[in-house]
Nanobody
Framework: QVQLEESGGGLVQVGGSLRLSCAASGRTLRNSSMRWFRQSPGKAREFVAGISSSGGTTEYSDSVKGRFTISRDNAQNTASLQMNSLKLEDTAVYYC?????????????????WGQGTQVTVSS
């Protein structure tokens, strides 16, 4: 069993930055893909970013490419999402996701373990 806990969400103005963190417990995620998703009211949960088990491969949705950066620290069993140049449309609940035994970065599929989510609100 894996427990994931997100932190770092909050209220920020347009153009600002936030850094989300995901801490895992229960087992090592060294051989797992880590992903971030987000969900806005009335919308489906969508893929935001993902990173391979080694950290050598990253994937981003078109809407955040160039503004967000995903990273991981396997020694600390954590993953992070640095969000810069935030826009109003980035407002959502952000979820950390771990896909055990997958070394690459699946861009789709609502499988794996999930955190409870952290709210990010971008205001004008």
């Amino acid at each position: 069993q894996v427990q994931l806990e997100e932190s770092g969400g909050g209220l920020v103005q347009v153009g600002g930055s936030l850094r989300l963190s995901c801490a895992a417990s229960g087992r090592t995620l060294r051989n797992s893909s880590m992903r971030w998703f987000r969900q806005s009211p009335g919308k489906a949960r969508e893929f935001v970013a993902g990173i391979s088990s080694s950290g050598g491969t990253t994937e981003y949705s078109d809407s955040v490419k160039g503004r967000f950066t995903i990273s991981r620290d396997n020694a600390q069993n954590t993953a992070s999402l640095q969000m810069n140049s935030l826009k109003l449309e980035d407002t959502a609940v952000y979820y950390c996701n771990a896909v055990l035994g997958v070394l690459g970065v699946p861009r789709s599929g609502m499988f794996g373990y999930w955190g409870q989510g952290t709210q990010v609100t971008v205001s004008s």
